[in-house]
């Protein structure tokens, strides 16, 4: 995730000069991502980029956001899911929050999201390649024959953020 924060941190700049409305769109945000070829071994699935503004009564949004999600891929052999609350270009301060889950669960999703549109940054989270924000590491750490299936493992460990 370090190289897609270089790329939100375009798309992330670019609503300073706009209103929400103006960029809480998936063909703004597709227009603003990097081109696929341009992060090494990473690949943007375009036709999952949405884009959607959330209100105070959305969630837990404190002042009105853009909800983006997108999947990508390392090399094609995940897909790892992730999501970006983007703050009102007004509010929006330069920054970046990277949010967690707790014990094995690699993401809290929606409940920790908000902790960045208070200090005027995006906020994002990652499903680590599970299959969904729903699922927990433990839940895909083994293979259907008790062996250990090691990408999870590392996904979970520092691929998901890479």
Known sequence: MPRLL???GTLAGAIQAATLQDVC???YVIANLPSNGTLLGIEIDLSSVTAARLSAS???ASSPVCDVNFAYTHNGLDRTNVNYWM??????MNRYVSTGGEGWNITEKNSSLPSGIELGA???TTDGGFGGFDVS???VWLNGDGEVNWDTVYMFGYKAID
Request: hydrophobic letters at 45%.
């Open 6 to 8: 270089l790329a939100l």
């Open 87 to 92: 703050p009102s270009p007004a509010n929006f």
């Open 58 to 60: 959305d969630d837990d």
């Open 137 to 139: 590491s433990w839940e």
């Open 122 to 124: 995006v906020a994002g």
């Open 25 to 27: 769109t998936a063909e």
